[in-house]
């Protein structure tokens, strides 16, 4: 372990203080991060009966959400704030929330 504190390469990002594009009707993507091979992890504000036009297929690798606020649903079920999922390769749903929410989801493989 060091003794010295080392921040090369730290970055920080508040998704309130970032533009919001949105990405289908009623879901704004705010993107904190993006590594290199397609690895991010972006901010998704879903508002209220707000639903992903289609099946999202996990094609390149693993989905992680985790939910801030709100009620987020995957087509199968409810998942509350405080909620992880885990979505592997090969996996498919469709992201949706009948009352509101903001999930933090992350592509830890591109």
């Not at 991010?40 to 693993?62: Q, S, W």
């Not at 989905?63 to 079920?77: A, L, R, Y």
């Amino acid at each position: 372990m060091s003794n010295e504190m080392n921040f090369d390469g730290v970055t920080s990002a508040n998704w309130k203080d970032l533009p919001g594009k949105e990405v289908a009707t009623g879901i704004l993507e705010h993107v904190l991060w993006n590594g290199d091979k397609g690895k991010r992890a972006i901010v998704f504000e879903f508002k209220a009966g707000a639903k992903f036009p289609g099946i999202e297929v996990h094609k390149f690798g693993p989905e992680q959400i985790f939910v801030i606020s709100g009620i987020f649903n995957d087509g199968w079920k409810d998942y509350t704030e405080g909620s992880f999922i885990f979505n592997p390769i090969g996996s498919a749903h469709v992201p949706q929330s009948r009352q509101g929410c903001v999930v933090l989801v992350t592509y830890p493989e591109g």
